[in-house]
């Protein structure tokens, strides 16, 4: 079956500090993964997706096959990366996500 | 880009009562799910709703208890049948735009006393 763990429920960074967050994954196939982000008060939204492999607002994430694992980095965190982010897998590439249970990221000004 | 709207954005609910869940979105879409989530828990899928015909649930999830419609390509509905305070939760519509991106509406809060 498949899976998705965050381990950190949750996660307090310095403003300027480098953050990653953490995404780990068990699936069969070929995986399709993602990072969603809430911030507060606003609605659930697709932060990055690694097939697109770009930075979004200053994040990357690289798929580890080998690790089995899709990992969320930015080189130096700002105050509006406060919100909970979701890593998500797609199943069979058939547009159902599996989400993990999320991280709530705080930086510290 | 999809706008999705969910109506109601809350409410507070009796057990054994049941709720209707709606949701509009801006443009015609293929593919709108129905997700749950649950007070400390993550987004589980409840079911696809799909367009003309019969919605297809997950595992552990039933017509019975979540009917759905999705009369046409803009509106889907969802409802919480003979609700416990097991069903308190956030239930999101979501759909999918060109491009694969999903897109998801605001959430309705459910509280069951």
């Known amino acids: 079956a498949q899976r998705v763990t965050q381990p950190e429920k949750l996660l307090s960074v310095f403003k300027g500090a480098p953050v990653e967050l953490k995404c780990n994954y068990s699936?069969?196939?070929?995986?399709?993964l993602f990072w969603y982000v809430q911030y507060s008060r606003q609605r659930l939204q697709l932060l990055l997706r690694?097939?697109s492999r770009e930075s979004i607002k200053g994040f990357t994430a690289d798929l580890n096959k080998g690790e089995t694992s899709f990992h969320l980095k930015k080189p130096f965190a700002q105050e509006e990366d406060s919100a909970m982010y979701y890593c998500a897998l797609d199943n069979f590439g058939n547009e159902k996500l599996t989400f993990g249970t999320g991280t709530r990221l705080t930086i510290i000004p | 880009s999809a706008v999705i709207s969910q109506k109601p954005s809350r409410d507070i609910c009796q057990r054994g009562t049941s709720l209707t869940i709606q949701c509009q979105v801006d443009s015609q879409v293929t593919m709108m799910f129905w997700y749950r989530q649950q007070p400390g828990q993550s987004l589980t899928l409840i079911a696809t709703?799909?367009?003309?015909?019969?919605?297809?649930?997950e595992s552990g999830f039933v017509i019975d208890k979540f009917p759905i419609s999705r009369p046409n390509l803009t509106f889907s509905t969802l409802t919480v049948s003979n609700m416990s305070p097991e069903d308190s939760s956030i239930y999101l519509c979501?759909?999918?735009?060109?491009?694969?991106?999903?897109?998801f509406g605001e959430g309705s809060r459910l509280t069951v006393l």
């Open positions: 699936y069969s196939g070929s995986p399709e």
């Open positions: 690694h097939i």
């Open positions: 709703a799909n367009q003309g015909s019969e919605a297809t649930y």
């Open positions: 979501s759909v999918t735009a060109t491009g694969g991106e999903l897109f």
